[in-house]
């Protein structure tokens, strides 16, 4: 297959979202390197956020709290595409390493649905947006955060097979890690899809494209090719 390049006028914004596991991160900076965008995973920064939280002892169910934190957080974000330059700083801590830890795992979803910590982070994304030539992934990008850019784009796999991968990157697991891996993804699933604040569903007019059995860069593939038609 012929890859697309940037040699091409893609939309200025490109929204990318979907379920856990099923590779909006990946996909999303590979198709931000072809074409010589910026890059933004809203997921680091509510990851990021729920480590602060976390570190300072906040009560997850202190919602009061948790919206000020959002909103008074020096949070700064790498918004190159490249997996090896990529930082996450907040309030003066490199926590790049830690937000994929797995305290963060168990507790992002319970701070990501509050109101004023997604109104807070919202209003950021929207920030980093104006200047264009954005790859932009998360779970409400197209239906929340961008819902004005040019190709919106909605990864969806089985829940089997993001298990699978998510299994695969984390190699130290023993085989029996699977099965608990596959539960929690099934439980944030029906979290984020069905969370009254801006849940995870695709927007009117995404495009949805099925990654199971292709490899990230097949799905860049087919995201560019949209691209193109769409210019």
Known sequence: MTQPSGEFPAPPLIAIDGLGAVGKTTVGQIVARRLGYRFVDTGEMYRALTWLALHRGIDVGDEPTLTRLASEARLVISTTASAEKRRVVIDGFDVTSDIC???????????????GVRES??????????????????????????????????????????ARRRHREQRSLPESAYEQILAELKSRDAVDSTRPLSPTVPAHDARIVDTEGLTPEQVADRVLALAKEIT
């Open 101 to 115: 830890s797995q305290r963060v795992d168990g507790e992002v979803s319970k701070i990501s649905r509050v109101a």
């Open 121 to 162: 982070l919202v209003s950021r994304q929207r920030a980093m947006a104006k200047e264009g030539k954005l790859v932009m992934v998360g779970r409400d990008i197209g239906t929340v955060v961008l819902p004005h850019a040019g190709l919106k784009v909605f990864l969806v796999a089985s829940a089997e097979e993001r």
